[in-house]
């Protein structure tokens, strides 16, 4: 990025073309547009009154013992409020880069070659052995794994059952859990696309 002299959340558009006098030309018209580092743009104030309102309704379910209203309301708000505060923050960032670095010490283990973007962490290239070909596997929010982390955890907290502290532990196992659960799916997805037939 640094060499083309693109900061963050640029588009690009592009086409390739080699220099014969037949002029082959990849699309064979228009281009292709790719925005490496989207840009996300949160609201906090906005955010802020949703998780106020949220947390009111939360506790007028709570001291009127609407138990199935404050499960329901509680867990779902709970996981939307931690949705929007994990997207495009620290926390993604880190998840995705710490994601794209096990799969890649993992496959090289394992014979595959890959190769890490320094500047966009989570977007891992996978040679594929057949083509001699390269994709790119990008790691978001979505398949890190850390939306259904959120999800359990939400879930997890409002279940009024268990004791707050066996819910929490409950639900840090379950995320570690999901966690591997996830890197071991995206191993065999890109195992699958290293070796297609």
């Given at each position: 990025m640094e060499d083309l002299q693109a900061y963050p959340a640029q588009p690009m558009r592009f086409y390739l073309s080699d220099m014969s006098p037949d002029s082959d030309r990849l699309p064979d018209q228009g281009d292709i547009q790719w925005a490496p580092f989207p840009v996300v743009s949160k609201n906090r104030s906005a955010i802020a009154v949703t998780c106020i309102i949220w947390m009111a309704i939360t506790v007028f379910f709570y001291r009127h013992r609407l138990w199935v209203f404050y499960y329901?309301?509680?867990?779902?708000?709970?996981?939307?409020?931690?949705?929007?505060?994990?997207?495009?923050?620290?926390?993604?960032?880190q998840v995705k880069k710490f994601t794209s670095m096990m799969l890649h010490y993992v496959l090289s283990s394992l014979g595959i070659v890959t190769y890490l973007f320094d500047k966009a962490p989570g977007t891992l290239l996978v040679l594929i052995k057949v083509d001699a070909s390269w994709t790119t596997i990008a790691i978001d929010i979505e398949n890190s794994g850390l939306v259904e982390m959120c999800i359990l955890f939400s879930v997890l907290i409002f279940y009024l059952v268990f004791a707050w502290r066996k819910r929490f532990l409950v639900a840090l196992t379950g995320i570690m859990g999901i966690y591997g659960i996830n890197l071991i799916r995206l191993l065999i997805v890109i195992t699958l696309i290293h070796s297609k037939p």
């Open positions: 329901i309301w509680g867990s779902i708000g709970l996981c939307c409020v931690m949705v929007l505060l994990f997207h495009a923050s620290f926390v993604e960032y």
